[in-house]
């Protein structure tokens, strides 16, 4: 499995060359979709998902993203992409998709629950992925006094763009979630490489990202 570390965050979009070709929540995310689905990927960024979705399940995928190369590399990639704010609400009717995806979107949103309850609202399932702030790390470096900036991607508090922080209980408690089942879940472990056994059963503790499946009831 491929060595992952964030850095596309402090890089930007580039015409003609992926940023991150891999990523440690594709192939679960990818597993989890069937085939033939129609997609919105949510903060689509060059495409790289949605270009595996199209290769691996023949999905018609679209994508909204507010990086303007991010989306016109997302288009070469097959993806039927727009910039667009997730803010401002989604421009999509009720139940419009098979599947919605969020993945490492909703810290960077200004109102995330109002975020997930469009995304609930256009897809029959949403998958939604997130960092945890509640993740044993981040408490250990906290009580240093400061901030982790490994939460931030190796960025500095002032430089971030990521506007919300939460752990996986926070985000159980949204009230867009009171209504929500969850399908499936997957946890990645401290490394940020793959699945976590131990986070299963203590995912507030020990899960660095979250992976869910969810539908509303």
């Not at 979709?33 to 399940?57: Q, T, W």
């Not at 969020?102 to 200004?110: C, G, H, M, R």
């Not at 926070?170 to 490489?193: C, G, H, Q, Y």
Request: net charge positive; charged share 25%.
């Amino acid at each position: 499995m491929e060595k992952y570390r964030y850095t596309e965050h402090e890089i930007g979009y580039q015409v003609g060359r992926a940023l991150r070709p891999w990523r440690p929540q594709y192939p679960i995310i990818v597993s989890w979709v069937k085939k033939g689905a129609k997609i919105l990927d949510v903060g689509c960024g060059d495409g790289v998902l949605g270009e595996r979705l199209i290769k691996e399940k023949n999905c018609t995928v679209y994508g909204i993203d507010l990086d303007e190369v991010g989306v016109a590399e997302a288009k070469r990639r097959g993806v039927k992409a727009k910039v667009w704010d997730i803010d401002s609400g989604l421009p999509f009717g009720d139940k419009s998709f098979d599947v919605v995806i969020a993945n490492e979107v909703l810290q960077y949103t200004s109102n995330p629950n109002f975020v997930v309850a469009e995304l609930l609202r256009v897809g029959q399932t949403t998958i939604i992925s997130f960092p945890n702030f509640g993740f044993w790390l981040y408490r250990i470096l906290h009580l240093s006094g400061r901030f982790p900036k490994i939460a931030l991607y190796g960025e500095n508090w002032w430089d971030t763009n990521q506007t919300k922080f939460f752990s996986f209980a926070d985000f159980l408690s949204l009230p867009s979630m009171k209504t929500v089942t969850i399908e499936k879940a997957a946890f990645i472990n401290w490394r940020n490489r793959k699945v976590s056994f131990l986070a299963r059963f203590f995912p507030n503790f020990f899960a660095r990202s979250c992976i869910l499946e969810i539908t509303s009831n």
